[in-house]
């Protein structure tokens, strides 16, 4: 394994990290925060105009043609700044899997729109972390030409401003995914609200909603498989916005435990609180390690399934202590809801309980070394 990133990928993370710095600063997320906004339109154009939207996209569609480790650290400089743009969602839920399975006229339509920022994408997956007692459903049904759609999904992620949507479904073929106009007949959508970041999320409902056979991806049948495809780019995905968020929260907590004083010294120096932040430190460093191994094998083709449970379970539990820390340690000022540190505690928790929390990430590493015991045994491949 290689860690050092090649001079393009530094490039697009100072770029990224430009952006960001420049468009999500502490007071201007404070005036957008006290508006009906959930998303900032203007940070979204940025992303476009300097190509960080069409970075996975080919070429031939206006994309720079690049993979999944550009994407990732995009995502932790998004994470280092928690702004509220639908980045994830369009890049990595419905932008990769789209490039990597979708028919050539689909693709054509919807990820040069996603280049230019004219279009937002993402998929239907949210229940892969769920309970099965919330399931539901989509069944699709064979017409001439193409298919027909029934049926809901619950919490689709930016599903409140997508354009078009993956959409699992069951067919009497097999399982398979589907790109859905979220402008056509018989799509509604209601949106959830997700405590103080808005309506992130909707529920989606399809009554007879007609889709041609371009629209589906990969094959009819692989739908299982195409769904653990986007659940795992879209894990390592989180563990990069995870990382950006607990590296922040951490370095803006030991920047005040410098600077705040009691009893004349600074907080700093009490050892306790010192060895809280020791701690902290080591968090991020878990959760970055886990999940720079998680997306290099994804990045290279290789088996990655026992990588991406471990990475997602590190960037959920150590997540947690680490934002803890962050608001305890600023003491009454950190339980302030306009106060910057409550920004990166919501947006660590959401990426948490995304796709599956900690306990379910443990359950489901548990069932694979079960079935392969070789997999704890893996030697490492450089």
């Not at 970055?288 to 290099?296: H, K, N, P």
């Not at 443990?362 to 694979?368: C, M, P, S, T, V």
Request: charged share 20%; proline share 2%; net charge negative.
């Amino acid at each position: 394994m290689n860690f050092e990133f090649s001079e393009d990928q530094i490039a697009i993370r100072e770029l990224a990290y430009q952006i960001f710095t420049d468009a999500a600063t502490d007071e201007k997320m404070l005036e957008f925060s006290r508006t009906d906004a959930t998303y900032d339109d203007s940070l979204w154009q940025t992303l476009a105009e300097q190509g960080l939207l069409a970075l996975a996209v080919p070429e031939e569609f206006g994309g720079s043609a690049l993979g999944f480790t550009e994407l990732c650290l995009v995502h932790e400089e998004l994470g280092r700044r928690a702004a509220p743009v639908p980045l994830f969602s369009s890049t990595v839920l419905g932008g990769l899997p789209l490039a990597e399975f979708g028919r050539d006229a689909c693709k054509q339509e919807w990820l040069s729109k996603l280049a230019t920022g004219e279009a937002k994408l993402t998929a239907a997956i949210a229940e892969v972390g769920m309970n099965s007692a919330l399931a539901t459903s989509v069944s699709a049904s064979r017409t001439e030409g193409g298919w027909v759609l029934n049926g809901e999904k619950a919490v689709v992620t930016d599903g409140a401003v997508a354009d078009a949507i993956l959409v699992p479904v069951e067919t009497d073929e097999g399982a398979a995914v589907m790109l859905v106009d979220a402008s056509a007949d018989g799509v509604s959508r209601t949106g959830v609200n997700i405590g103080l970041l808005g309506e992130r999320a909707s529920h989606l409902k399809l009554e007879n909603v007609a889709v041609a056979d371009d629209a589906v991806l990969g094959n009819v049948g692989e739908g299982d498989a195409i769904v653990t495809w986007i659940e795992e780019h879209a894990n390592v995905a989180h563990c990069a916005m995870q990382t950006g968020v607990t590296e922040e929260a951490m370095k803006r907590t030991a920047a005040y435990i410098s600077e705040r004083e009691q009893f004349g010294v600074p907080l700093g120096t009490f050892q306790a609180l010192a060895m809280r932040m020791a701690d902290s430190f080591i968090d991020v460093e878990a959760i970055r390690s886990t999940y720079w191994l998680a997306m290099w094998r994804l990045g290279e083709g290789l088996d990655a399934r026992a990588e991406v449970r471990a990475a997602k379970w590190f960037a959920c539990d150590a997540a947690a202590r680490v934002v803890q820390t962050a608001q305890h340690l600023h003491g009454g000022i950190g339980a302030d809801l306009e106060y910057p540190i409550h920004r990166f505690f919501l947006n660590a928790k959401l990426i948490s309980y995304s796709l599956g929390n900690a306990s379910t990430q443990l359950d489901k590493l548990g069932a694979l070394l079960a079935e392969d015991d070789s997999l704890g045994m893996r030697p490492l491949e450089v």
